[in-house]
């Protein structure tokens, strides 16, 4: 069976969508920026006997990502989903940050998203079957959140574009909007979040949606 990869393989939503697909059967593949994140991650999968393999790269650098997917697929195989979870998170209102600074961001919140799509996407469209799901956030524009606020509106155009051109395929192309803060115990529970990455993967085509609202 093929398996999945997830870019941005942390804490919290990366890793309980990487147990969810584990439990399921599917080799996992991870990639993080930092290598002692992306091992943590893989040692939750080893121990509910999953098989996890892990490269490290930055989302922003199109050639460390490129090859990361890359050797993932050569160690498990083409993958089945891509899972996009990378985000730079944090407060800047509006004029309050650099335009290098919101370029920076938006490298990561949707270009990174965007490289990856583009690399394994062709694939899935080759083999007829295929997921490419993005975590998304900020269901309403927020003006203490301007950086985030545009990557999120970038993402939901992103997966229009990847649909229409890959849909037809057989690529259901969906983000998972998550409307607060991620934490364990609480209505925005990352094991509770997971659960929509699998169905959303499991869809028949006839019914697929290019967008969940985790609203809590």
Request: no cysteine; hydrophobic share 45%; glycine share 14%.
């Amino acid at each position: 069976m093929a398996g999945a990869v997830i870019v941005g393989a942390g804490p919290g939503i990366g890793q309980a969508v990487a147990l969810r697909f584990a439990r399921e059967g599917l080799p996992v593949g991870l990639v993080a920026r930092s290598g002692a994140t992306a091992e943590a991650v893989a040692g939750a999968v080893r121990r509910i006997g999953g098989k996890v393999a892990v490269r490290t790269a930055d989302s922003t650098d199109e050639q460390a990502l490129r090859a990361a997917l890359d050797g993932l697929a050569e160690e498990l195989g083409q993958p089945d989903v891509l899972v996009y979870n990378a985000a730079l998170i944090r407060p800047d209102a509006v004029g309050k940050s650099s335009a290098r600074e919101q370029l920076d961001a938006w490298a990561v919140n949707v270009v990174g998203a965007l490289t990856a799509a583009a690399h394994v996407a062709p694939g899935m469209a080759e083999r007829g079957r295929g997921t490419v799901l993005v975590t998304g956030g900020m269901p309403e524009p927020k003006p203490e959140y301007v950086s985030l606020s545009l990557g999120k509106a970038g993402v939901r155009t992103l997966v229009t574009l990847l649909d229409q051109t890959y849909g037809a395929a057989g690529v259901h192309a969906a983000s998972v909007t998550v409307a607060g803060a991620v934490a364990p115990g609480t209505a925005f529970d990352p094991d509770d979040i997971a659960e929509h990455y699998w169905r959303l993967h499991t869809q028949p085509r006839g019914a697929w949606e290019q967008e969940v609202v985790h609203g809590g």
